[in-house]
């Protein structure tokens, strides 16, 4: 076998194993699971939830949202299997990273919350996440859903949340609106409001 041919293998096997490398890095950089696996601590199952805490955790802000989990309807909280509270604000996945720090994130069925700060929003807002995804994606899927959204969108303040690429955030937000002030968003946005209350009423 020839130098030049023996280089040329090298340098291919170099390239390839550098592929391979930055798939992985990129990877566990995108899975919070992946992330916190060896910092996390089991606190215990709840509603069916395994709960779990990493970092420095604010104590009185994870038993208010916990409080918030304790309300959600059984139809949200049957959709979650993993929560974690985080000691930080949840960096977004590289992809999204341009997006800045947020208080919670959903990846599947597991959902991370951010216990430096409390919102009386985020605990349904991750669930209603995580209700999206377990029913087939409804914000990109269900025509009733972009129906709402193209004629509502605006009446619910969240971040990125009246955008074409961003009717997650919207399904996410208005739902825990309509949780938390249902008496606000029956007159704001009625329709918004019988959606999610015929939502969260059929049977899964």
């Known amino acids: 076998m020839s130098d030049t041919l023996k280089k040329v293998l090298k340098l291919s096997a170099l390239i390839i194993v550098s592929a391979f490398i930055g798939v992985m890095l990129g990877q566990f950089m ?101 209700y999206d995804s377990a029913h087939g994606d409804i914000s990109e899927n269900s025509r009733e859903f972009r129906e709402i959204y193209a004629n509502a969108g605006h009446t619910v303040p969240v971040f990125a949340a009246y955008s074409s690429d961003y009717p997650a955030e919207f399904f996410a937000q208005a739902g825990a609106m309509c949780l938390v002030m249902p008496f606000e968003m029956s007159r704001a946005a009625p329709s918004v409001y019988e959606y999610y209350s015929e939502l969260l009423e059929k049977k899964n």
Not at 39 to 66: F, K, P, Q, V
Not at 84 to 98: C, I, K, Q, R, S
Not at 101 to 110: F, I, M, R, W, Y
């Open 30 to 130: 995108s899975n919070y699971e992946m992330r916190f696996s060896f910092s996390r601590r089991y606190i215990g199952n709840y509603r069916g939830i395994d709960i779990y805490e990493t970092g420095d955790i604010n104590e009185e802000n994870m038993r208010m949202h916990l409080q918030m989990l304790s309300d959600a309807p059984e139809e949200l909280a049957e959709c979650t299997d993993r929560l974690y509270f985080t000691g930080t604000d949840v960096a977004l996945p590289v992809n999204d990273e341009e997006l800045g720090d947020v208080l919670g994130l959903t990846q599947g069925s597991t959902v991370y919350i951010s216990t430096s700060s409390f919102s009386a929003y985020v605990v349904f807002h991750e669930l209603f996440h995580a």
